[in-house]
């Protein structure tokens, strides 16, 4: 204590030097476990460096003890907001309690909390079930009326991403009786197990000459297909039409070599929409609505697909 | 001086250290808030760890609580969604079952005479195996009594909240001091790290004291699942993997030797502040990589563990030699 104020001097003049920077926000994300997560992290580094803002980044490791601790640290350093990617969907009342007494906006990215909504600013996030659909819509019009019988690449058994992806694509071809789903199992996601079911797919199918699109949920299981497509002796793309679903660079790197033919962005950039709520509500108190749903793009062949792959490549996928 | 005392002196010297730095390059850490969040976020690890000092004290190892903390979490959050029953009366069950589970360790581990590595290593796959039989989700836990222990707190000046589950934890402290230092059982537990031959000869009933150990340490893993449940206001079975290390490294960079036989409650304490202290700084810097925490402590706890065996050879040498050493 008596070292403290012995300093006091010392503190006031930092605390002068940390009071003239900018807005600073804290973001406490989950970890790095997967090569989108990493991206998010990457571009949300970008955005806020962008709008000047200082970003004070914590990786939680994947655990929750150490999101709250991050989120009571940045209350007790007095940040103008924090972002919140949760670990999981409980147990986050306290916390962002504390938060709005202090009256710190939370705005949660990419995951929900089970959690009162008055308790944050805004969620931003993407709609599952609207990716699966514009990713059937697109398979709807590019037959055009023809007959289709689509093969569907699932992801984790009971995921909501599966659940969600899986409803929406059924929702788009409702009503076109040309396309049929023939065949649906779980390629959990990973390319390898991509790979392999599509290679039971194509010996079910009379070697694949029956299948006239691949739906897959995620873009690495699609990559491992259109292996097993190449290795049975056809030609992805043009053969088998292939749609699915996040935007990584290796299915653009596919696409500008002919072998894929669509798929829906599920945007790592959840912070750029974050920080626009949070400017308007730092502006005039303008409240977001409680839910930002990010934009599920459709990119094709003709979207110059080997552009993508260079600007995605280095965000850490 | 008593030799004995350098690792505390040690511990405490690191830790003030760390404040210093802390303050000079963020003024802002010498708040309530700071203080307060640092006994909030650190509570159920802090008590825990006071089990562990006590088990490590004796020299053995309780691998098996960073699961419990795990399975009292979800254990309360499914009784109380599923049998009605009031929460004190889940909590008082929860504290005995995990009591138990610590008893029947330590009973194994004495009469089987088998290392408590082991044991305690089968007892964490036990305990995080029960909590997935539970449920596997991440369950609420919504109940008016949790809703005023999570409140209960008061408000220090300058806004900074010293918490129920806080001051718990300090209780904890002071008893685990009381226990090993001022009990007959504590000099049986730090005769036991000595050695076990050696404790017989002295009269200690070696069976009763390791179960009590264990039985211990399993009440501290079940009083520090409460707490972290009210911290979370959930159960999940995923939770706090890893526990157990974080706090063996807390009794560690407290100043108690591994192998048992010396250290100090408080010191781990100090310990538990000092990896508390490290998180927050490398959170108010904001650009650092989280996993730095990791680096620091690993560095702490070669440094204490080099510390503690230079300490021993001092202490060897001079028994062997006394003319060159200080009057005892």
């Known amino acids: ?317 | 001086m008593n030799p004995r005392l350098y690792p505390l002196y040690a511990t405490i010297g690191i830790f003030l250290f760390a404040c210093l730095v802390c303050y000079i390059q963020f003024p802002f850490m010498a708040s309530t808030r700071v203080l307060g969040n640092l006994l909030t976020d650190n509570a159920y690890l802090g008590i825990v760890a006071v089990g562990m000092t006590i088990v490590i004290l004796s020299g053995g190892i309780d691998l098996s609580v960073g699961s419990v903390i795990a399975f009292s979490g979800v254990f309360i959050a499914v009784m109380l969604r599923d049998s009605g029953l009031p929460a004190p009366v889940i909590m008082a069950l929860l504290l005995v079952v995990t009591t138990l589970f610590g008893a029947a360790m330590g009973g194994l581990i004495h009469a089987l005479a088998m290392p408590p590595f082991i044991v305690t290593l089968a007892g964490m796959f036990l305990a995080r195996g029960a909590a997935y039989m539970l449920t596997i989700d991440s369950v609420p836990i919504v109940d008016p009594f949790y809703d005023r222990l999570q409140d209960a707190y008061y408000l220090m000046p300058g806004k900074g909240r010293l918490t129920l589950i806080g001051v718990l934890m300090l209780a904890s402290v002071a008893v685990g001091m009381i226990v090993a230092h001022r009990t007959r059982f504590g000099a049986s537990v730090f005769a036991l790290g000595g050695g076990v031959q050696t404790a017989r000869l002295m009269g200690v009933r070696v069976g009763r004291t390791t179960v009590g150990i264990y039985a211990f340490s399993g009440f501290m893993a079940g009083l520090s699942g409460i707490v972290f449940s009210v911290y979370t206001g959930s159960g999940y079975p995923l939770a706090t993997v890893g526990t157990e290390l974080t706090a063996i490294a807390a009794v560690v960079i407290g100043g108690t030797l591994l192998t048992g036989g010396s250290g100090f409650v408080f010191g781990t304490l100090i310990g538990v502040m000092t990896m508390g202290l490290i998180q927050t700084y490398i959170v108010f810097d904001g650009s650092l990589s989280s996993w730095w925490t990791k680096i620091v402590i690993g560095g702490l706890l070669l440094l204490f563990i080099v510390l503690q065996k230079g300490l021993l050879r001092l202490t060897t040498t001079r028994l062997a030699s006394p003319q060159a050493g200080a009057p005892v």
């Not at chain 1, 804290?26 to 200082?54: H, M, V, Y």
């Not at chain 1, 819509?137 to 689509?150: K, P």
């Not at chain 1, 039971?200 to 694949?208: D, T, V």
């Open chain 1, 1 to 317: 204590m008596k070292l403290k104020t012995l300093l006091a001097t010392t503190a006031a003049v930092s605390l002068m030097g940390l009071a003239a920077t900018a807005q600073t926000v804290g973001f406490s994300q989950i970890g790095s476990e997967s090569g989108w997560r990493a991206a998010e992290t990457t571009l949300t580094k970008q955005q806020a460096e962008e709008r000047g803002i200082d970003l004070k980044f914590s990786d939680a490791q994947q655990k929750q003890e150490n999101q709250i601790a991050a989120i009571r640290s940045f209350i007790a350093q007095g940040v103008d907001a924090i972002l919140l990617a949760p670990v999981v969907a409980t147990g986050w009342d306290s916390v962002l309690e504390e938060a709005k007494e202090a009256e710190i906006p939370v705005v949660l990215l990419d995951r929900r909390v089970d959690s009162a909504d008055d308790l944050y600013l805004t969620a931003v996030g993407s709609d599952l079930v609207h990716e699966g659909q514009v990713a059937g819509e697109w398979l709807v019009n590019e037959v055009a009326g023809e007959d289709c019988r689509v093969v569907e690449l699932q992801g984790t058994t009971g995921s909501s991403p599966a659940i969600d992806r899986k409803t929406g694509f059924e929702n788009a071809i409702a009503g076109h009786d040309n396309i049929e789903i023939v065949r649906s199992q779980t390629g959990d996601f990973t390319r390898s197990m991509g790979k392999e079911v599509m290679e039971s797919f194509l010996q079910a199918e009379n070697g694949g000459a029956d299948i006239c699109a691949l739906y897959a949920h995620n873009d690495d299981m699609a990559v491992g297909a259109i292996q097993a497509i190449k290795e049975a002796g056809l030609n992805p793309g043009e053969d088998i039409l292939i749609v699915s679903i996040d935007a990584v660079p290796d299915i653009f790197k596919a696409m500008a070599e002919g072998d894929a033919n669509a798929t829906v962005e599920l945007t790592p950039n959840m912070a750029g929409p974050a920080f626009d709520a949070l400017a308007a509500y730092w502006k005039d108190g303008t409240m977001p609505e409680k839910f930002i749903q990010t934009e599920s793009r459709l990119y094709t062949p003709a979207d110059d697909p080997q552009a993508e792959y260079e600007n995605r490549k280095d965000l850490g996928y």
